[in-house]
């Protein structure tokens, strides 16, 4: 009978092997944390008028780095744009800045308090859109709002009153008593926008929030992020380029993890507005043209198809700001007795800037500067 | 305090509009008020047959049909508990809501315990009106059992639910799946249940302890009107130690997303 019990006794703490959790939350627990200092200086910051203060933030999930030494400020009052193809570490990135997860190292400060010490201050502080809403089916729009109140910790008498202006804001009133089940998807993308601002938080972080909203209702809900600008701090992500031009004072580019540009919209257009490229088609052997292209001064970045059946190849040639080399192409063509069929120039678009930025250097010609 | 109110109310008014709630409470409902009535035809039955058979009735009839109610309690229970819990934190983790709740002001402990306190609550009402039953029984029956005996037995069905839940959500927390959640702690409460089953009255220190552990063990003192200290000290530290998992669990989950 003993063997048996325990045998049973086993059993069970093996059934609830769950418990490794709590060995894990021991491990990490041990964290050493930061002293006092930091959250005074912190304070300062806030007068500095930078309202999130990011610096060297990594987050890795196991061997993969989701976060690599991550360091950017949003100003108090400005919108911060978030660009990057899709697992480039932007929601990850949200999640760290909105105290849902612990970073691996660094530090991050929202309204002066730290994200990881004074998680409940900094959650005080901010409305968080996910990328998914994080609304409840069963509950009405109103409901749900009201209970994000209580759970922000707003002021009982002020409940009604700001459920009414977001709802406003937001373009739901005629939803207020819908259940959100019954919402179609652009409307429960809305239902958690207003989530995120009901409680007129210093700091709005939105992930992707024009995602599943039709073209009207994107330029909506742009123009509302832009109202809120000023009176309130946002960070918001996309991978739609023009979302950024249109809404956001500063963008920053990222891409596996890494910041690959800050700068504002225009900067970032008119930098490398200078930047051209030329694009060659031209009937010609396919190593020699390549080696004359090469020899052109101020030509960098060369890029040469394989020949079309017709035999005609296309070319793409990057040059310096301020050089236009179009005539020595193509004089050097001309000069070998190849057929020239089209040469001109190309300005690139944020997109390509984004592309270039973003795409992998192995598949892509190195940028000239 | 507001935050904890805040989850609890929430809860309490996410049951009563999904389905979930309403169908643990009737299936609860209909099995307690069948089997109370044959309980009582099956008593009646018997203690008519002993009078024409002219034996003296010795036996204490309603006694017995409390004791087998409240084993029946205590069985429906361990089906129905896990129902209650299994949404708590899988189904607000498949629908993305835990990420709202854990970046807004609330700790984990007032997350937990606010669920907690809708769940019990909601199982303090389910329980509630079977009490009529019972009660009404006593009012007409000979010899009248004492109240004490009715208090004792609610009372335990009352802190095994307590541990049932407690032991619920914490499977909850750890699965994103409801219908893993319900498998998982209707097996937990189940080998809590049957632990002693080899050992009962064995007086070897294995066999005590597994007693001891065995959930069911102390709800039996509870049915015959006993309420035991090492019982209660049970039924109060197991809720407690889970609902200190379930928090510790919640909390872990900042760490553990990939």
């Known amino acids: 009978m003993d063997a048996l019990g325990a045998s049973l006794v086993a059993c069970w703490i093996l059934g609830l092997g769950g418990i490794f959790n709590f060995a894990e939350f021991l491990v990490y627990k041990g964290r050493p944390g930061e002293n006092w200092e930091v959250g005074f ?41 978030f660009l990057g193809p899709n697992g480039a570490g932007k929601t990850t990135t949200m999640r760290i800045l909105t105290g849902y997860m612990p970073a691996t190292s660094g530090t991050a400060r929202v309204a002066g308090f730290d994200v990881f010490e004074d998680s409940l201050e900094v959650r005080r502080h901010i409305g968080y859109l996910p990328e998914a809403p994080p609304v409840y089916p069963d509950m009405s729009v109103e409901t749900y709002l009201d209970f994000v109140l209580r759970i922000k910790n707003a002021p009982a008498e002020t409940r009604r009153s700001r459920v009414t202006e977001a709802l406003e804001k937001t373009n739901l009133a005629d939803k207020r008593k819908e259940l959100i089940k019954r919402l179609s998807r652009g409307y429960k993308q809305r239902v958690g926008l207003a989530q995120a601002l009901v409680h007129d938080p210093d700091v709005i972080i ?117 050089n236009d080399i179009r005539s020595q192409i193509a004089a050097g063509i001309v000069g070998k007795g190849w057929a020239l069929y089209e040469l001109r120039g190309i300005s690139l678009s944020l997109e390509d800037i984004f592309l270039e930025l973003t795409t992998d250097d192995a598949t892509h010609a190195q940028p000239s500067n | ?97 835990m990420e709202l709740l854990m970046t807004s002001p609330v700790t984990e402990t007032q997350i937990v315990v606010g669920k907690y306190l809708a769940s019990l609550t909601l199982f303090a009402a389910m329980l509630l009106p079977s009490s009529v039953y019972v009660a009404y029984m006593c009012f007409h029956s000979e010899p009248r059992p004492p109240w004490s005996i009715l208090l004792a037995g609610y009372l335990g069905a009352l802190l095994l639910g307590a541990s049932l839940l407690a032991i619920g959500s914490f499977v909850s927390s750890l699965t994103e799946s409801q219908l893993i959640a319900f498998v998982l702690s209707f097996a937990a409460s189940l080998m809590l249940w049957v632990l002693d089953f080899g050992v009962r009255g064995a007086d070897t220190v294995v066999g005590q302890v597994l007693q001891y552990v065995s959930v069911i063990h102390h709800n039996d003192d509870f049915t015959r009107g006993i309420i035991d200290t090492s019982s209660l000290v049970y039924y109060v530290s197991v809720p407690l130690l889970f609902i200190f998992l379930t928090a510790r669990s919640v909390d872990s989950m900042r760490w553990r997303r990939a």
């Open chain 1, 41 to 81: 200086f912190s304070l300062i910051g806030i007068w500095g008028n930078a309202l999130i203060e990011v610096e060297d933030l990594t987050k890795a999930y196991g061997s993969v780095t989701a976060v690599d030494h991550v360091s950017f400020t949003v100003n108090n009052g400005e919108i911060l744009g």
């Open chain 1, 206 to 322: 939105l992930d992707e929030p024009t995602v599943g909203l039709d073209p009207k209702q994107i330029i909506e809900v742009r123009n509302l992020i832009k109202g809120l600008a000023g009176s309130h701090t946002i960070i918001l992500s996309t991978h739609i380029l023009p979302e950024v031009s249109m809404t956001c004072d500063r963008v920053v580019i990222i891409n596996k993890g890494k910041i690959a540009a800050v700068d504002t919209p225009q900067n970032l257009t008119a930098q490398l507005k200078g930047k051209q490229k030329i694009y060659v088609d031209v009937r010609a052997p396919e190593k020699p043209l390549a080696e004359l292209l090469a020899h052109v001064p101020g030509a960098s970045g060369i890029e040469v198809s394989p020949a079309r059946a017709d035999g005609h190849l296309t070319a793409t040639v990057e040059v310096l700001p301020g």
């Open chain 2, 1 to 97: 305090m507001r935050s904890l109110y805040a989850i609890y109310r929430k809860e309490m008014g996410q049951y009563f509009v999904s389905p979930v709630a309403y169908v643990v409470v009737a299936v609860f409902l209909v099995f307690s008020g069948f089997f109370f009535y044959l309980y009582v035809s099956a008593a009646q039955r018997q203690s008519l047959e002993m009078l024409m058979q002219g034996m003296p009735s010795d036996v204490d009839m309603p006694g017995e049909v409390i004791r087998a109610f409240f084993g029946l309690l205590s069985t429906l229970i361990l089906f129905l508990a896990p129902m209650l819990t299994m949404g708590a934190y899988a189904e607000e983790r498949k629908r993305g809501t």
